[in-house]
């Protein structure tokens, strides 16, 4: 085989300056990165160039409401839940721009126009 292949992999206690942890790996990877408290944990994943997706574990929905909101990523799984493909799909910062999927996936498609003035 050719390319870059890695086989299911779990880093525990890795931290936010590792490979696992910096770069965006398309892969069966978990970085486990202890935290102090919700902000820390937050502070810790919107640390990173990317954020195409972010995933959310708790019991606590008011938490996880909460945590999602802050969390710099285009999409956001909570406890384990699937992509809803009726939403939009995408990332932020050098995740990509734009949307798929969704009324949102239409934009780029469509050219907008702007009338000022009395046209009576």
């Known amino acids: 085989e050719t390319g870059d292949y890695v086989k299911p992999t779990v880093g525990a206690g890795v ?3 590792t ?3 910096r770069e965006e790996l398309f892969g069966p990877v978990l970085a486990m990165i202890p935290f102090k408290d ?5 502070a810790i994943a919107n640390d990173t160039p990317y954020g195409l ?5 708790t019991a606590d929905l008011a938490r996880a409401r909460r945590v ?5 990523a285009g999409m956001v799984h909570v ?4 992509q809803d493909y009726d939403a939009p799909f995408g990332g932020y910062k050098q ?7 969704g009324p949102a996936g239409l934009h780029d498609f469509l050219e907008m126009k702007s009338i000022n003035g009395d046209i009576g």
């Open 15 to 17: 931290n936010n300056q």
């Open 19 to 21: 490979t696992t942890a």
């Open 38 to 42: 919700e902000a820390d944990a937050i």
């Open 53 to 57: 997706a972010a995933y959310v574990q």
């Open 68 to 72: 999602a909101k802050r969390l710099r």
């Open 79 to 82: 406890n384990g839940a699937s």
């Open 95 to 101: 995740s990509g721009n734009g949307r798929e999927w």
